[in-house]
């Protein structure tokens, strides 16, 4: 395993952690590649903020500066880390718990058609036949 | 590390193998515990397929087939896009204790990196929705 994909996931999860940050990725991702005027304009953030949190997320590569003319800078939000941490969140949502539970309510009642009937005092384990 | 790679699970269960196994390699069996529908065909390579009532849809592929001990299948991660090449390996091994079976599932592969994935996270070169959108005009002006 690269190690630096914990790096990339925290990296992910330490921008979205901030409110500003949040509102700023979040308004890249349903509109598009911005300026920070276009989100100081759009977004209750003095530029002076927007700004400093566009460097710090182009300095972890979650956005990436677009050179374009008369010398603005848009910025554009980089899908690759938000799919690392994904891979994350996939690890932490998977529940193995509730299907196991079911597996085994499923064997005990199926078996409860042929032998005893569910709530019996009959012991769990039965000798095998 | 906080990345987890892998999770795993023990369970007792007072049934013996043969009948866990079919819960889990038959369509009547992974129908009624896991989803609410399932196909399956049982051999490495084959696939398998469960739905549930909310119309979600999971399709596995079964790489490994060891009757009554071992059964194993990939599966994509859930909550990645659709496309994404990267899956999961899941193995269920079957041991008979007592009268019952020490049913174990490991989970791994969370933590991979494909090749696709590890470039695109490093280079910066990232084709984003604007380079998509850029080639439709491409090929719009060219038609």
Do not use: C
Not at chain 1, 40 to 49: E, G, H, Y
Not at chain 1, 76 to 87: D, K
Not at chain 2, 90 to 112: D, K
């Amino acid at each position: 395993m690269p190690p630096d994909i914990e790096a990339i996931a925290e990296q992910v999860f330490t921008a979205l952690a901030d409110p500003t940050r949040r509102a700023m990725l979040a308004e890249l991702a349903s509109r598009g590649p911005a300026t920070a005027t276009d989100l100081a304009d759009r977004l209750p953030i003095t530029r002076q903020a927007i700004a400093k949190h566009l460097a710090l997320l182009d300095e972890v590569g979650l956005v990436t500066a677009e050179h374009g003319e008369r010398r603005r800078v848009r910025y554009r939000l980089r899908s690759a880390p938000m799919r690392v941490a994904q891979q994350f969140l996939a690890a932490l949502a998977r529940d193995w718990d509730g299907p196991l539970e079911a597996l085994t309510e499923h064997l005990d009642r199926s078996i409860g058609r042929t032998g005893p009937p569910p709530g019996s005092s009959t012991p769990r384990l039965k000798p095998s036949t | 590390m906080g990345f987890p790679d892998r999770i795993e699970r023990t369970v007792d269960i007072a049934h013996p193998p043969g009948t866990v196994w079919t819960a889990l390699t038959t369509a009547e069996g992974l129908g009624a515990w896991f989803g609410d529908e399932a196909t399956i065909d049982l051999r490495p390579g084959g696939v398998a397929r469960m739905r549930w009532s909310s119309g979600f849809t999971v399709l596995m592929r079964v790489e490994r087939v060891e009757e009554p001990t071992l059964f194993g299948f990939t599966w994509h991660i859930y909550g990645l896009p659709e496309d994404d090449p990267r899956r999961t390996y899941v193995e269920f091994t079957l041991e008979p204790v007592g009268a019952g079976t020490r049913l174990r599932v490991v989970e791994s592969g969370f933590a991979q990196l494909s090749e696709d994935a590890y470039r695109s996270a490093y280079d910066g070169n990232t084709k984003g929705w604007a380079a998509e959108l850029g080639e439709l005009v491409d090929y719009l002006d060219a038609a």
